[in-house]
């Protein structure tokens, strides 16, 4: 077949894409900025994953393993692109080490940043050890080695997780629902019920959005199987009297002050925009939206399209996107550059 086409970013879309790209007998050059591939879900050592409740090494690993390990799919890990230059079907990318690669069309797979929760100074991440997030949480789970407490390694009593951390915050620029975190802090709460029966896990939320089917699988299931307790509430701070970390806030259904010690305070991050888009969008072209994620053009005719031509997107660089998604979007994108390939080909012949 005709030049390779160039996957940037190795995660879940791009694996879908290369994959797909490669079982149509496209060879593609998949360049991954990290020396693993896997994205976000593997990087960051997820544990199990919603809605399947796969494990993400198992799940996303098969992934990796299906993409990396076909002939057509040429994988460069720890590269990106240093230039991309030329039209539609004759594009010449500059990789990183130096290289030069003749490609037809790129699918940007660049994916998403996770908040840094030092930008909510107030919440206490940073300052007190036991104030965590829920890629640590992940970590502890997948690990093996349980939920503990940083500071000393004990198993905690009482557990806050904090929605929207980095979402929905219009104080600090991030106005966007980041999607899936409800619906991860919910089975998350659970499976910290599962290893600490003893532990109780309260999630402050401000809205729930455990959308879909989901509400069944994981809001309810929580609360009445898992015994999870929910505030609707504002958080103003996160302090420690010196034993107990603090939870301070306003419960906005009693509209009464609440102050609740906790053992442990999870911090449900949110999904950033990838940090390289303002470098992505000069290299290839591509416009970011206001937020700054990349940005989709008209998704009537095929999807996937940005405003360059020759230049696709899937996944969480155009927005906040669970695996599903993501993995949907990265094998729509393969799809419409093979039919773009197709119409320009009928209209040269
Ligand atoms: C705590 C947490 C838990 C989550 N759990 C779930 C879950 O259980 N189920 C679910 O559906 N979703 C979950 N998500 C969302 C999930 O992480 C995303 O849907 C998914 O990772 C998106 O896949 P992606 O391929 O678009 O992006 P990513 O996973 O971010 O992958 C992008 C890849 O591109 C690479 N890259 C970035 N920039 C460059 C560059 N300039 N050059 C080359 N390579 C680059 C990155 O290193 C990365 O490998 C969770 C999110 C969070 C924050
Ligand atoms: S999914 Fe839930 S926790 Fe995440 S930003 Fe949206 S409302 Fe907040």
Redesign the pocket.
């Known amino acids: 077949m005709s030049k390779p086409i160039l996957i940037?970013?190795?995660?879940?879309?791009?694996l879908a894409a290369a994959h797909s790209l490669a079982t149509f007998g496209q060879a593609c050059i998949l360049?991954?900025?990290?020396d693993r591939l896997g994205?976000?879900?593997i990087?960051e050592g997820?544990a199990k994953?919603?809605p399947s409740g796969e494990w993400a090494r198992d799940a996303i690993g098969g992934m990796v393993d299906r993409a990396a390990g076909h002939e057509l799919v040429d994988v460069k890990t720890e590269t990106?692109?240093t230039s991309f230059t030329g039209e539609m079907g004759d594009f010449t990318a500059v990789l990183s080490n130096g290289d030069s690669v003749d490609v037809s069309a790129a699918i940007l797979?660049?994916?998403?940043t996770?908040f840094d929760s030092a930008n909510k100074p107030e919440w206490g991440f940073g300052t007190y050890p036991d104030v965590v997030t829920?890629?640590q949480v992940?970590q502890m789970i997948s690990s093996g080695n349980g939920v503990r407490c940083l500071s000393d390694g004990r198993k905690p009593k009482r557990v806050a997780i904090l929605l929207c951390v980095g979402s929905r915050d219009r104080q600090i620029g991030r106005e966007w629902c980041s999607k899936?975190?409800c619906t991860?802090s919910a089975n998350m709460a659970m499976e910290i019920r599962e290893e600490l029966p003893d532990c109780h896990v309260y999630i402050y939320y401000m809205d729930i959005r455990t959308f879909g089917l989901y509400e069944t699988k994981y809001y309810w299931k929580s609360q009445e199987e898992f015994k999870v307790k929910y505030i609707k509430a504002r958080i103003a701070e996160v302090t420690s009297d010196g034993e107990k970390l603090i939870v301070k806030g306003e419960d906005t259904l009693v509209k009464r002050p609440i102050t609740i010690p906790f053992d442990m305070v999870v911090h449900a991050?949110g999904?950033d925009p990838?940090v390289?888009n303002p470098q992505?969008s000069e290299v290839f072209g591509v416009d970011l939206e206001p937020h700054g994620y990349v940005d989709k053009a008209n998704s009537y005719s095929a999807s996937g399209l940005t405003n360059k031509n020759g230049v696709f997107v899937a996944?969480?660089?155009t927005g906040p996107?669970?695996?599903?998604d993501?993995i949907a979007q990265g094998k729509a994108a393969a799809m419409a550059v093979l039919e773009q390939r197709q119409l320009s080909a009928r209209l040269v012949g």
């Open positions: 940037v970013g190795g995660g879940p879309a791009g360049v991954e900025k990290e994205g976000a879900p990087l997820y994953l919603v990106t692109v797979c660049t994916g998403f996770h829920t890629t992940e899936i975190c991860v991050i999904m990838n390289d992505l996944g969480s660089a996107e669970t695996i599903d993501s």
